[in-house]
């Protein structure tokens, strides 16, 4: 069965450093990949996804992530970040062949300071 | 403005008495869901509908319902909730799961006592 893990659970960092959260997946067969941003007391929005293609995918707000097949990773960064990225990321996978649900990660939290 | 809109956004009620949070989207998705968001634990499905009338159990559906009469409305229904139901709960809608964005409600906040 697939799964998701996000390897922290907290990140905190300064403003204008750069940010890499990470996630890996398992899963046996093709996989379709996404990364969802909560900002406090919201619902998700989409960042980016991955469906084929480019392993390198760009979202909005200068995100962007790799997919690596070999690692079964879909690590998302960002180069320079400011105090309006601190937010909830979350990872999720939804597996090809299947209904499609999405199965998420517990989430990483990123703390931007100024 | 395209939208997932749920009600009520905070709810307080106690152990046993039966609730539904309403769920409706504008964008004339087939596929809708709930989740619940639960600290450290990320967000789990309870149930999810592939089109009007078609309905299936997510991930942690015990002690729910759902009932999807029309396209456009998914509520999540809750006969007798116990203080293990409190929590964050989310809607999402989409065109259809495995390729598509899922758009997400602003979350319904419930505590059972």
């Known amino acids: 069965a697939q799964s998701v893990t996000q390897l922290d659970s907290q990140v905190p960092v300064f403003e204008e450093a750069p940010v890499e959260l990470r996630c890996n997946y398992s899963?046996?067969?093709?996989?379709?990949l996404f990364w969802y941003v909560q900002y406090p007391n919201q619902g998700l929005q989409l960042l980016l996804k991955y469906l084929s293609g480019s392993t390198l995918v760009k979202g909005i707000n200068g995100f962007e992530a790799e997919f690596n097949k070999s690692q079964t990773s879909f690590h998302l960064r960002k180069p320079s970040v400011h105090i309006s990225d601190t937010a909830e990321y979350f990872c999720a996978v939804s597996e090809g062949g299947s209904q499609g649900n999405l199965i998420f990660g517990k989430g990483t939290k990123l703390s931007v300071k100024p | 403005e395209a939208q997932v809109t749920q009600n009520p956004r905070y709810l307080i009620t106690v152990t046993g008495k039966k609730l539904t949070v309403t769920c409706s989207q504008n964008?004339?998705?087939?596929?809708m869901s709930w989740y619940r968001q639960d600290p450290g634990l990320g967000l789990r499905q309870i149930y999810y509908?592939?089109?009007?009338?078609?309905?299936d159990k997510g991930d942690v559906p015990e002690g729910y319902k759902v009932s999807r009469k029309e396209k456009r409305n998914f509520p999540l229904i809750l006969e007798s909730p116990s203080p293990n139901q409190t929590s964050l709960y989310f809607c999402?809608?989409?065109?259809?799961?495995?390729?598509?964005?899922?758009?997400f409600g602003p979350g319904t906040r419930l505590t059972v006592t």
């Open positions: 999402a809608s989409s065109r259809a799961p495995l390729f598509y964005e899922q758009y």
């Open positions: 964008m004339n998705h087939e596929y």
């Open positions: 899963s046996s067969v093709s996989v379709y």
């Open positions: 509908s592939m089109n009007v009338e078609v309905t």
